[in-house]
C-alpha cells in the first residue's frame, strides 16, 4: 500500500513538472505564443512599416521575452517620433502606439524653410515655395537654436494659443524669452510679452480684434493697451 502511494506520488510530480516544462517552453520559447502581428496606432505621417522596421521585432520572437522597452527607445529615436508606447497584447500581438511631432513652424534658414515642432526639433527642410503647403507660422530669427530662450518662448506661444487664433498669425518674433510678438494675416501687431498667461491674452485678444487699432499689447493681461 505505501509502495502504491510513493509510486502515484511520483507520477504525479513528474506529470506536474511535465507540465509546467511544456508550458514554460510554449511561452518562453516556443513561436505558439510568439509575435504574430506588430500593430501601429497614433500614426498619420509616419508609415506603420517605417515604424515596424524601427521596432525590429523578429516574426515568432516569444512574446514574453520582447523587451517592450528597448522597442520603445528604438521607436521614439525616430525623429517624426513624440513619444511611444509598447504593450503585449496576447496570444501574438506587440502593439506600438505613437504620438508624432506636429509641425507648428516655419524657420527661414538660408535660403532653405526649416519645419520645427513644438520642442524645435526639425522635422523637414523645403525650398521656400514648398513650405506653402504646410500653412505655418513664420519664425523669424537672426540664427536658429531651439535652445535659445527667445526661441522656445515663441513656440510655446504658438504651442498654446487656441486655433482660432493661431489661424490668424502669420508670422512671429523674440528678441527674448519675454518679447514674443505676433504679426497677424492682417497686418496687425500683438504684443504678447513672455509665453505665461496664455489664457488670460488669448481671451483678451479675441475681444481686442474687434477693434479698429493695428497694434495690440496684451503683454501685461492686467493692463491693456492699443494703437
Not at 46 to 63: K, M, S
Not at 119 to 136: A, C, Q, T, W
Not at 167 to 176: E, G, L, M, N
Request: hydrophobic share 45%; no cysteine; charged share 25%.
Amino acid at each position: 500500500m505505501r509502495k502504491s502511494v510513493l509510486w502515484r506520488t511520483a507520477v504525479g510530480t513528474l506529470l506536474a513538472g511535465g507540465v509546467v516544462a511544456v508550458a514554460g517552453w510554449v511561452v518562453f520559447l516556443s513561436p505558439v505564443l510568439g509575435v504574430r502581428e506588430v500593430a501601429v496606432i497614433g500614426n498619420e505621417r509616419l508609415p506603420a512599416e517605417q515604424i515596424r522596421r524601427a521596432a525590429a521585432v523578429p516574426p515568432d520572437t516569444p512574446l514574453v521575452g520582447v523587451d517592450t522597452e528597448e522597442v520603445r527607445a528604438r521607436v521614439a529615436a525616430l525623429r517624426e517620433v513624440e513619444s511611444a508606447t509598447v504593450d503585449r497584447e496576447w496570444p501574438g500581438t506587440l502593439l506600438i502606439s505613437v504620438v508624432e511631432r506636429l509641425p507648428l513652424a516655419a524657420v527661414p534658414i538660408n535660403g532653405k524653410v526649416t519645419v520645427v515642432d513644438r520642442f524645435g526639433v526639425v522635422l523637414d527642410v523645403v525650398d521656400p515655395v514648398e513650405v506653402i503647403s504646410y500653412r505655418l507660422p513664420e519664425l523669424r530669427t537672426h540664427r536658429y537654436d531651439p535652445a535659445d530662450p527667445g526661441i522656445r518662448a515663441a513656440l510655446a506661444v504658438l504651442a498654446t494659443l487656441p486655433e482660432s487664433l493661431s489661424r490668424r498669425v502669420k508670422q512671429v518674433t523674440a528678441a527674448s524669452a519675454e518679447t514674443v510678438t505676433l504679426t497677424l494675416a492682417d497686418g496687425r501687431t500683438v504684443v504678447w510679452g513672455g509665453p505665461e498667461r496664455t489664457g488670460d491674452k488669448s481671451r483678451i485678444l479675441t475681444a481686442l480684434l474687434r477693434e479698429n487699432a493695428m497694434t495690440l499689447d496684451v503683454s501685461s493681461p492686467d493692463v491693456v493697451t492699443v494703437k
